[in-house]
């Protein structure tokens, strides 16, 4: 599915290489309104997705810090420091912050490396049985899994979003985004198949740290150490970038007018410090309704809501695509039209249906989420006449 959807989406940077990606795709097919939504998602699915990213974080720091995994209240305010601190970092200026991003980048891959080549050495076939564990008819478990597994796999769009800035963008697009999600499907089947066959179903359920726990049970507790320290390293890594990104994407929509100007504003060091506190501030918010709940509960809820906010722009671009097709079909050849219009149907078959897999609960917070910024798109819309 995600493959599937990196093919649409690599077509349409191949024939819209204009910045904002599927925002852009969006506006040309469908219009305002739509484009907004999908600027408004995609913005909610970054700074919840931040706070899923904090959690896994602290996860890992568990395994060094057992009561951040053990209270609550303690692992909460762990990854909100996580987020704080690198919000800080960020308003410092896009420098300052690649510095930590090359610093952690060097590392991230250590955990996915080791337990997805080594690893594999260790299965136990066991551990994959029953292949069905939840009772629930095969279809229905594997609809509960997909938005879980698509959360790996969210930021495929990455690519098309700075597409004035990318050399060769009809080319370059459509081949980075279909050769990274193919290396990351790769990379995430093995180190996934890895971390199933070391550890026990019911041991995995449970894990806030799960390479690091297969690496303790094949290597022992110093590889386990290591390998947690890699992990968490690689979240924080992953955070300080997507901390960036949430003051720079609101920023794009207002200056298209679509979002308020107070998010285009930019600091003496070029950084749009309002977005990006404001985001903080929602992430805050999000973690404060959650932190009863344990910390794998915690990470399940926010990835299945920021994996539907994501979802969202793949319905929006493939619907947009086929408005495309329609209306401007006579640029388009026959067999090339009928090829990729087939690709943008199951794009968006599979995006609805990952939205169903998010649950009733997701899906109800993610409508509120976005019926809450039509009041905004209304009040912008009325400010530019």
């Known amino acids: 599915g995600a493959i599937t959807v990196a093919f649409m989406l690599a077509r349409l940077g191949r024939m819209m290489p204009a910045a904002g990606g599927p925002y852009a795709y969006t506006r040309r ?19 919840s997705g931040n706070a899923a990213i904090s959690v896994a974080f602290v996860g890992y720091m568990g395994a060094f810090f057992p009561v951040l995994t053990e209270n609550s209240a303690m692992g909460a305010g762990a990854a909100l420091a996580a987020i704080w601190f690198l919000t800080g970092v960020n308003t410092l200026g896009v420098k ?3 510095i930590v991003q090359l610093v952690t980048t060097i590392l991230k891959l250590l955990p996915l490396i080791a337990i997805g080549t080594l690893g594999l050495l260790y299965l136990d076939p066991e551990h994959f049985r ?6 629930e008819p095969l279809f229905n478990a594997i609809t509960a899994t997909a938005a879980l597994t698509l959360w790996a796999f969210t930021g495929l769009e990455s690519a098309t979003i700075p597409a004035e800035a990318v050399k060769d963008p009809g080319r370059t697009i459509p081949r980075a985004t279909l050769i990274g999600v193919l290396t990351a499907a790769v990379i995430y089947l093995l180190a ?4 199933m066959g070391i550890l026990p179903a019911t ?14 049970a094949i290597w022992g507790s110093r ?3 290591l390998i947690a320290a890699g992990a968490a390293i690689s979240a924080f890594g992953a955070l300080n970038g997507w901390v960036l990104l949430q003051g720079q994407w609101p920023m794009a929509a207002a200056r298209d007018g679509l979002f308020p100007p107070v998010f285009g504003k930019i600091s003496r060091r070029g950084v749009p410090v309002a977005g990006m506190v404001l985001s903080s501030l929602l992430v805050t918010g999000l973690m404060a309704l959650n932190f009863t709940s344990s910390l794998v509960d915690q990470f399940t809820f926010i990835i299945l809501l920021a994996t539907l906010s994501t979802l969202i ?20 050849r026959g067999e090339r039209l009928a090829g990729a219009s087939v690709i943008a149907v199951i794009a968006l078959l599979y995006s609805l249906w990952a939205i169903t897999g998010t649950g009733l609960e997701t899906v109800l917070w993610g ?3 976005m019926v809450a910024g039509l009041p905004i798109y209304w009040w912008q819309t009325r400010r530019s006449r």
Do not use: H, K, M, Q
């Not at 029953?130 to 009772?135: A, E, K, R, V």
């Not at 041991?203 to 303790?216: I, K, N, Q, V, Y």
């Not at 929006?316 to 388009?332: G, K, P």
């Open 29 to 47: 097919g469908l219009g305002n309104l739509p484009a907004f939504l999908v600027a408004w998602g995609y913005w909610i699915s970054i700074w």
């Open 223 to 225: 590889a386990g150490s």
């Open 192 to 195: 996934t198949v890895g971390v």
């Open 130 to 135: 029953p292949l069905n564990p939840t009772g």
């Open 203 to 216: 041991e995995l359920a449970d894990s806030t740290a799960p390479f690091a726990d297969a690496g303790r």
């Open 313 to 332: 722009p793949y319905v929006f671009s493939a619907v947009a695509e086929l408005v495309i097709f329609v209306r401007e079909r006579e640029n388009f």
């Open 367 to 369: 409508l509120v989420l």
């Open 96 to 98: 300052e912050a690649g």
